[in-house]
């Protein structure tokens, strides 16, 4: 019988990151789970009944010490994962002129982009063994297509994620006679809690566990770098190749992203 996958998701509480969770546990795999919301994490791990273990980690991503400490517990208790999810993001308006946004400038960094190698950094090493047994593992960035091209009123948001984009890139290079694939999956539109507030139409949106599922194949396929639905991947090269005076006149006027933080 093939082994349980271990499988670490942090931002594990709410949207992307739970329905991953059941995802996961529906295939019977080993789950360990980190949100700052220790309550919402309990909640949701009571309904994971096809997980044989959920671990439970209630901590901010920026919390590197206790990242780290999560890490050791969970490997000491499972043993390396298969996955490591650094789903945990943040979404918010801002704007440079604003003084008093800038404290969420860096906040958005320190969770999307530091949070995310804050994730990956402590398992590394266990993975690299694990990938000597011929079980390579998986280390999946979640972006998003608003790194492809800035958008306005959303300065923070989309320079992390082109940032997280960047840095899973670079990770994956480092890491390339490892074993270990990085996998960069950026997504569209999906229905989760953070795009619930956005007050503009939001063109091919997903269901959270229908995203999930395309994720997890993706994450198995050991995609270098997917976007998720497909029909983004098409609008996100659109994008890209517009040049800068044609995106500027179609993009200026833009809704613009609600600030929440």
């Not at 984009?165 to 997504?187: D, F, H, M, N, Q």
């Not at 619930?196 to 995609?223: K, T, W």
């Given at each position: 019988?093939?082994?349980?996958?271990?499988?670490?998701?942090?931002?594990?509480?709410?949207?992307?990151?739970?329905?991953?969770?059941?995802?996961?546990?529906?295939?019977?795999?080993?789950?360990?789970?980190?949100?700052?919301?220790?309550?919402?994490?309990?909640?949701?791990?009571?309904?994971?009944?096809?997980?044989?273990?959920?671990?439970?980690?209630?901590?901010?991503?920026?919390?590197?010490?206790?990242?780290?400490?999560?890490?050791?517990?969970?490997?000491?208790?499972?043993?390396?994962?298969?996955?490591?999810?650094?789903?945990?993001?943040?979404?918010?308006?801002?704007?440079?002129?604003?003084?008093?946004?800038?404290?969420?400038?860096?906040?958005?960094?320190?969770?999307?982009?530091?949070?995310?190698?804050?994730?990956?950094?402590?398992?590394?090493?266990?993975?690299?063994?694990?990938?000597?047994?011929?079980?390579?593992?998986?280390?999946?960035?979640?972006?998003?297509?608003?790194?492809?091209?800035?958008?306005?009123?959303?300065?923070?948001?989309?320079?992390?994620?082109?940032?997280?984009?960047?840095?899973?890139?670079?990770?994956?290079?480092?890491?390339?006679?490892?074993?270990?694939?990085?996998?960069?999956?950026?997504?569209?539109?999906?229905?989760?809690?953070?795009?619930?507030?956005?007050?503009?139409?939001?063109?091919?949106?997903?269901?959270?566990?229908?995203?999930?599922?395309?994720?997890?194949?993706?994450?198995?396929?050991?995609?270098?770098?997917?976007?998720?639905?497909?029909?983004?991947?098409?609008?996100?090269?659109?994008?890209?190749?517009?040049?800068?005076?044609?995106?500027?006149?179609?993009?200026?006027?833009?809704?613009?992203?609600p600030k929440v933080l």
């Amino acid at each position: 019988m093939r082994p349980a996958a271990k499988v670490f998701i942090t931002g594990a509480s709410s949207g992307i990151g739970s329905a991953l969770a059941r995802h996961y546990a529906s295939q019977g795999a080993v789950l360990g789970l980190a949100a700052r919301r220790g309550e919402a994490l309990e909640a949701l791990a009571a309904t994971l009944c096809g997980a044989p273990q959920v671990w439970c980690y209630p901590l901010d991503v920026t919390d590197a010490a206790a990242l780290r400490a999560a890490a050791q517990d969970f490997v000491a208790h499972c043993g390396a994962p298969d996955i490591v999810i650094a789903n945990a993001g943040v979404s918010s308006g801002t704007l440079t002129e604003c003084a008093e946004d800038l404290e969420v400038i860096k906040r958005i960094f320190e969770i999307n982009v530091y949070g995310m190698a804050a994730t990956f950094s402590p398992f590394i090493a266990a993975m690299r063994q694990q990938a000597l047994l011929s079980k390579p593992g998986r280390l999946v960035g979640i972006a998003s297509i608003a790194g492809i091209r800035g958008l306005p009123g959303a300065e923070a948001y989309s320079a992390s994620k082109a940032a997280a984009i960047t840095y899973l890139e670079s990770l994956r290079l480092e890491l390339r006679s490892s074993g270990i694939k990085v996998v960069t999956i950026a997504p569209g539109y999906i229905a989760t809690p953070m795009t619930a507030i956005n007050p503009y139409r939001m063109p091919f949106l997903l269901a959270a566990d229908q995203a999930a599922q395309r994720f997890a194949r993706a994450i198995e396929r050991g995609a270098s770098y997917s976007v998720i639905p497909w029909q983004m991947g098409i609008v996100a090269k659109l994008l890209r190749a517009l040049p800068n005076a044609l995106y500027d006149r179609l993009f200026a006027n833009a809704p613009r992203k609600p600030k929440v933080l």
